[in-house]
């Protein structure tokens, strides 16, 4: 069956530091590839998204690149700031039935000045 | 008001009474979710309408009820609910694309955060 697995959390960053957040994902066909942010006491929000192999999604500074080859779409931002702290989830859909969102367990970040 | 709104923010309430939870999104879309998300669980989904009538259910418990009135509202009737139902609800919208390319982008509402005694 489809699935998603993220890096386990909570990951802690001084302000500027490089930020991975692994996600690998199982799926039948090609799915469609997301990355939803929570703020604190917020709902989730789209920060970005990439429909096939090889496509980059990119949004605020963040960015992640479809890649079929090793079934990965790492989130990656250069510099984060302390307003990036929210928790993070990978998800995926497949085509033809895009009600149904696969999760990952998300991963929270905190930033610090 | 724009995007998904969801009243009450908040709520406590015993395991003997009845309440409802409210969402109301402004985007025209014509799906709407309702998702419960609990710590360290992925995000479970509850319930989806597509023009106003449930397409899945995902087997949850009867003490659940959702009502779907027209495209733009969405409600969850909660009654004798137990403590595990403790919860952040989520309410989502789109615009359902089944059969297309599957987008499956979803606006998700602030949530209500439910805590039953």
């Known amino acids: 069956g489809n699935s998603v697995t993220q890096m386990e959390g909570p990951v802690t960053l001084s302000e500027e530091a490089f930020l991975t957040i692994n996600c690998t994902y199982t799926a039948t066909g090609y799915p469609s590839l997301f990355w939803y942010v929570q703020y604190p006491g917020e709902g989730l929000q789209l920060l970005l998204k990439a429909t096939k192999a090889d496509d980059k999604g990119s949004n605020k500074g963040f960015e992640a690149t479809y890649r079929k080859e090793t079934t990965s779409f790492h989130l990656e931002k250069g510099s984060v700031q302390v307003s990036d702290s929210a928790v993070y989830f990978c998800a995926l859909t497949n085509a033809g039935n895009n009600r149904k969102l696969i999760w990952g367990l998300g991963t929270s970040l905190a930033v610090n000045p | 008001e724009t995007g998904v709104t969801q009243t009450p923010r908040h709520l406590v309430m015993g395991m003997t009474n009845k309440k409802s939870l409210k969402c109301e999104q402004h985007l025209g879309h014509n799906a709407m979710y309702w998702y419960k998300q609990s710590a360290k669980k992925p995000l479970e989904l509850m319930f989806v309408y597509s023009l106003e009538e449930r397409v899945e259910n995902n087997s949850v418990p009867s003490r659940f009820s959702p009502e779907c009135p027209n495209s733009s509202h969405l409600f969850l009737h909660l009654h004798t609910l137990q403590p595990e139902d403790s919860a952040l609800y989520l309410c989502?919208?789109?615009?359902?694309?089944?059969?297309?390319?599957?987008?499956?982008?979803?606006?998700f509402g602030p949530g209500t955060r439910l805590t039953v005694l």
């Open positions: 989502a919208s789109s615009q359902d694309a089944s059969g297309t390319s599957g987008m499956g982008e979803q606006f």
